[in-house]
């Protein structure tokens, strides 16, 4: 009864760390893990032992003799990486903490709530000498986990728990609420701090660079996510959703959610955390078809098998290929048929196939892919009415050129999901070339290829650029972490010449409403007994009026 590794696996690696006979790959010192879609469990060498799955903080695990329905592809898909991989390396075995000095003592500034912010949090805080005190300028902490996970993933927003038990150690302190740059400077932080570490992410959208792109029904996915996710910054904003069809440019896994999210039935989305104001206006929609544009073909596919398969599932939605979009490249095709093609590919293209053979549901809603595929122009009379597209082929390797031949699509809404970009954060350094802080091995330096600035770290999409989901995230805050304690082990850290005893007063004079850990709890407290009085996870407080007004009601049930 070998185990699967289902849709929710968040490539966290928490697993790999006790199977203990390596079966679960890539391991986080494999190289092929900074790129993986999930992880995958070798079906001839588990044991069924079931450590795995009470390490896992997404419960994709499962017992194959327990597999819902829907997640029984994942045998397949768990088996056929093993085609050409093997459990023979990548080993992850426990590395040797180094000792700090007994005399050692450090207090750590980390800027940022998201993921990478929690795991390097989560590193440091293991050693009682270092102290950690977290910034956020937003009064609710967990980042895109919070604001960026879609609400109909509620397994992966199971993360949470494992930041949860991090907040609530001793020499762990919240500062939410709290704008650096606004309430403190990094250079009051720089005073009272041995070590700053920036988690900020990259939160900002890429543009497409074409006519038409700043017409309204055009905007970015990023804006779209944070609206449905009730960020505050967001909670005003309105989407024209009139139209009958959206086109949608890019097709990574943020591209599926935002399709999911516009066709999907209020009985779904209504069980979600979802923001209020989100679900009244996608209950009205008039949206029946998104059309997913992807640059190049199947095999590049940015999406991850796993949320590809899952739209399969959707009730009331079919998913619509025609076969003639499914063009290989050379390389890729001769790859296929001998049998040498890697084996992620491989499925990806399969289940394409797959989607391709299905007939179509009358009065269904439709997600349609299109590939090979790149916007053009954006057209209309003061608003989105069409986009003109360019077709796209293969010319030598895998590289894609447009052919000339245009077509037009009709819609009321472009939807571009073409990536996300980071912005220079005040008082670092800043590598516009590559829209991140420039560093070596999480050390930030005085510029690309510079002197590294003692006491200063970068950590997640800020340090590398936004590729990588919680998994990758969770390597690269540990690794900053690492950095950190070296650094301290070593004497390379400066020493504050101001106590950071008086953060809490100084924000407060400045007009922060600061959030600690009780505020915090009374926010939480305050949304999941809404919800449960709902029938939902949560309701989400959405402005900032709102939360702070939670974090004062003590009245709310606190579970510190």
Known sequence: MPHVITRACCNDGSCVEVCPVNCIHPTPDEPEFLTAEMLYIDPDTCIDCGACIDECPVSAIVPDDQLELTDEPYLRI???????????????NPVKQPKLPAEASLRVAVVGAGPAAFYAAG????????????????????????????????????????????????????????????????DELAERYGAILYAVGAAHDRRLGIDGEDLPGSFPATDFVAWYNGHPDFADRRFDLTGERAVIVGNGNVALDVARVLLEDESVLGRTDIADHALEALNSSSIEEVVVLGRRGIENGAFTNSEFLSLGDLEGIDVVIDPAELTLSEETAAALDDGSLDSVIETKIRLAREFSERPATPGNKRIVFRFLTSPQEIVGAGA????????????DGAAVAPTGETFEIETGSVIRSIGYRGQAVPGLPFDDDRA????????????????????????????????GGIGRNRMCGEEAAKAIINDLIDEKLPTPTVSADDVADLVASRGAARVDLPAWKRIDAAEVSAGRAAGRRRVKLVTIEELEAAALNHDSAEAV
Not at 439 to 463: C, F, H, K, Q, S
Request: overall charge neutral; aromatic content about 8%; proline content about 6%.
């Open 123 to 186: 590193e440091l805080v293991k050693r009682s000498q270092i102290s950690v005190d977290m910034f956020d300028r937003l009064p609710t902490p967990y980042g895109l986990v919070r604001a960026g996970v879609a609400p109909d993933h509620a397994k992966t927003k199971g993360v949470e728990n494992t930041f949860a038990s991090t907040e609530k150690k001793k020499n762990f302190t919240y500062h939410l609420n709290v704008d650096v740059g606004t309430h403190i400077t990094h």
């Open 78 to 92: 768990n088996a056929d990486y093993y085609k050409d991989h093997d459990v023979e390396g990548g080993f992850a």
């Open 384 to 395: 989105v009415e069409k986009v003109v597209c360019v077709r796209n082929a293969y010319g």
């Open 436 to 467: 991140v802080v420039p560093n070596v091995e999480a050390r930030v330096t005085d510029g690309p290829g510079g002197e590294v600035i003692p006491g200063l770290y970068v950590a997640g999409w800020i340090r590398r650029g936004p590729t």
